[in-house]
Nanobody, 119 residues
């Protein structure tokens, strides 16, 4: 089992910044061993949408809507992934979920952290 715990969500004004964190724990030796690790965004009534993701092949993908504004990163020693969110817009409001897939293709989700962008 892998446990994912997000933090860092908050209320912020348009144009502001936030950094989300996702701490991974459990039977994994390191987040490097995960097939995929990334962030998803969900608003009420809609499906979760990919924001940014690492794959174990070394690729990094972003949703078009966040390119140039958000940056995904990770600290392998801390088993923690981050999402730096700059130039936030009201449409970025919603729950942000941490996602991981392990080497057996088991999927894991965190509980979500709320980001609200409003003046």
């Amino acid at each position: 089992q892998v446990q994912l715990v997000e933090s860092g969500g908050d209320l912020v004004q348009p144009g502001g910044s936030l950094r989300l964190s996702c701490a991974a724990s459990g039977r994994i030796f390191s987040i490097i061993s995960l097939n995929v690790m990334g962030w998803y965004h969900q608003v009420p009534g809609k499906q979760r949408e990919l924001v940014a993701v690492f794959t174990n092949g070394g690729s990094l993908n972003y949703a078009d809507s966040v390119k140039g504004r958000f940056t995904i990163s990770r600290d392998n020693a801390k088993n923690t992934m981050y999402l730096q969110m700059n130039s936030l817009r009201p449409e970025d409001t919603g729950l942000y979920y941490c996602y991981a897939q392990d080497s057996t293709n088991q999927n894991y989700w965190g509980q979500g952290t709320q980001v609200t962008v409003s003046s």
